[in-house]
């Protein structure tokens, strides 16, 4: 009997912390990169050397033409697509890698996100995990408000407790992350 009561304590514990560590904020989806994200892959001392291209990031770290991530004078660790474009290859060369992830320009605080609350003909922007989408072109989402929330907010609560769940997210435009002042 006794044994049972620590075993029910013990799960309600672990569903609390992992609860606590899905809803606290701004755990950013593994493979969406920022500028001050991807930075952090120049290749430089041992860091892996990942390179943005056309919206798509791709990790060049055992590609022979880019030791310690130089490529011609271009450090990886940065968004590339003009450079790329001019360049003797041009973009097609992309095609040669697999990408790993997807390059959003975007990076915004809860206080710069708040100005996109669809009003005034403001974009609605809106965060869940750590990730803004685009909601201005959604019928549910009229001058930002859908269901009484209003948009320019970190909603993850919300919507992990709404009817719909995540789900309906994967029909927004990704646009941007979510960053600490
Ligand atoms: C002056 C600028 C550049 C020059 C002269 C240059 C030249 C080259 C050359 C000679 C190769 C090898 C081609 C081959 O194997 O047939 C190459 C490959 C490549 N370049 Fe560039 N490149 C330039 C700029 C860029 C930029 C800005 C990017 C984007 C980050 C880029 C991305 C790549 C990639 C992804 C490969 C393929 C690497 C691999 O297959 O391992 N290049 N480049
Ligand atoms: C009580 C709360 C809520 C109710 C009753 C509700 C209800 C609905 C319904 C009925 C739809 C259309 C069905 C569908 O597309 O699957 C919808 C769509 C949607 N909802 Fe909610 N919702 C709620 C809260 C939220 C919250 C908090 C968010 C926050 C991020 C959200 C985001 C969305 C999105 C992005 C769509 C898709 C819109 C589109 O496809 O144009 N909802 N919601």
Same mark, same amino acid.
């Given at each position: 009997m006794i044994k049972k009561k620590k075993v029910l304590i013990l799960a309600v514990v672990l569903m609390v912390v992992m609860l606590v560590v899905v809803v606290s904020?701004?755990? =950013?989806?593994?493979?969406v990169f920022s500028p001050s994200r991807l930075?952090?892959?120049?290749?430089?001392?041992?860091t892996p050397a990942y390179i943005a291209v056309s919206g798509k990031v791709y990790d060049?770290?055992?590609?022979?033409?880019?030791?310690?991530?130089?490529h011609f004078g271009y450090q990886a660790g940065q968004e590339l697509t003009k450079e790329t474009e001019a360049s003797p290859h041009g973009l097609a060369i992309m095609s040669r890698l697999e990408p790993i992830g997807v390059y959003v320009e975007l990076e915004l605080t809860k206080e710069e996100l708040? =100005?996109?609350?669809?009003?005034?003909?403001q974009p609605g922007y809106i965060a869940v995990n750590g990730l803004i989408y685009d909601v201005s072109h959604s019928a549910r989402w009229?001058?930002?408000?859908?269901n009484s929330y209003r948009a320019g907010q970190d909603l993850t609560v919300a919507i992990e407790r709404?009817?719909?769940?995540?789900?309906?997210?994967?029909?927004m435009p990704l646009v941007g992350v979510l960053v600490q002042e």
């Open positions: 904020g701004n755990e =950013v989806a593994p493979n930075a952090g892959y120049t290749g430089l001392q041992g060049v770290t055992e590609s022979p033409f880019f030791q310690d991530g130089l708040a =100005v996109f609350d669809g009003r005034s003909g009229r001058n930002g408000l859908h709404s009817p719909h769940g995540t789900a309906t997210l994967s029909r």
